[in-house]
């Protein structure tokens, strides 16, 4: 038979509409299709992605790595001690975030001590759209202490 005479042929797609025999469901129904493979990897990405960080942070290298970063800091906020605000820290801040920037996880130079007040603000600013202006402020106050 020829590919014309197939796919003249038709068959019922599974909403009821008439499509080629050729075809295995209407254009409506394949594009719905395809949303929901594209739903289910987005969901598989995410679940590897938090693996991949809790194995991060759960990491023998990163706990090292974090120590040193806080006697770097002396312990405290380095936002908060750029503003002559003596805070004790609360956490190591990742500057490029570890999501974008695995490669940089334990890099000195990407890491900084924060408290909760500032490191909500650094990532409220970063959803902000002024993820590049944060990015530089912490960068230049971590850059005074790793030269
Ligand atoms: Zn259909
Ligand atoms: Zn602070
Ligand atoms: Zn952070």
Request: charged residues 35%; contains cysteine.
């Amino acid at each position: 038979m020829e590919k014309q005479e197939v796919m003249a042929m038709l068959k019922l797609c599974g909403c009821g509409r008439k499509i080629s025999i050729a075809l295995s469901r209407c254009d409506d129904c394949q594009s719905k299709h395809e949303d929901k493979k594209k739903d289910r990897h987005k969901a598989y990405d995410k679940v590897k992605r938090d693996k991949d960080t809790q194995a991060f942070y759960n990491s023998k290298s990163w706990k090292i790595v974090r120590r040193d970063v806080e006697s770097r800091d002396n312990h405290l906020c380095q936002l908060c001690l750029s503003k002559k605000k003596i805070k004790t820290m609360n956490l190591v801040h990742h500057i490029k975030e570890l999501r974008d920037y695995p490669k940089l996880g334990l890099m000195r130079s990407n890491l900084i001590s924060l408290c909760a007040v500032c490191h909500q603000y650094v990532h409220r600013e970063y959803e902000n759209g002024n993820r590049k202006v944060m990015e530089t402020e912490l960068q230049r106050i971590v850059e005074r202490k790793e030269t």
